[in-house]
């Protein structure tokens, strides 16, 4: 696990985050993620979000996909993926 600052977004469960919509500016996706305190964020891929490491990998319409690095219990990780869909 790499050395860096966590981002806001990495303090929330991943099931509490909702996609509210998408957009594209400057040729640049970005997803709206919602938090359980109602406050919208802008992501694009790259950021962490969640308490797993999780990576966003792709933005799309009606999802957000990640890639969560899961302990499995014996000293190493593994990456597991996990998506939040638009209005789940």
């Known amino acids: 696990v790499q050395n860096r600052s966590k981002e806001y ?10 996609m ?12 709206l993620l919602q938090t359980s305190d109602g406050l919208v964020h802008k992501v694009v891929i790259g950021n962490y979000i969640g308490q797993n490491e999780g990576r966003i990998v792709q ?13 499995d219990g014996v000293g190493a990780f593994y990456k597991r993926p996990a998506s939040i869909g638009l209005g789940e």
């Open 59 to 71: 933005i799309n319409e009606t999802s957000v996909d990640v890639e969560e690095l899961v302990a």
């Open 9 to 18: 977004l990495e303090q929330f469960p991943l099931d509490t985050l909702d």
């Open 20 to 31: 509210v919509g998408e957009l594209t500016s400057d040729g640049t996706r970005y997803a």
